[in-house]
């Protein structure tokens, strides 16, 4: 760099520009995130993909259990006895494609 900075005593206005984000309870998304919890004294994997309350269950298969809420989306599933079904509960993994 060839050019020098060159440094003056002028005086400097600043002015306050208003913020024009919203604010953040406006940013976020109105639902969380899918979301997955383990009860290890219950031995229970759980996969929330919603907030909405839970209208009914069906046994999908021995130890699987899904949710679903009033309109008939899945809400969430369950996986009973996780600890002999799933290699580490404790750990998850997952990839987005």
Avoid: C, W
């Amino acid at each position: 760099m060839n050019k020098r900075t060159r440094y003056t005593n002028e005086p400097m206005e600043f002015r306050v520009i208003p913020d024009f984000l919203p604010p953040p309870e406006k940013l976020r998304f109105k639902e969380t995130a899918a979301r997955m919890t383990y009860d290890s004294r219950k031995d229970v994997l759980h996969l929330q993909l919603s907030n909405a309350t839970v209208a009914r269950t069906v046994k999908a298969a021995p130890g699987v259990v899904l949710e679903y809420d009033e309109p008939g989306n899945l809400t969430g599933i369950q996986v009973l006895k996780a600890s002999r079904r799933v290699a580490n509960p404790r750990i998850l993994e997952f990839a987005v494609a």
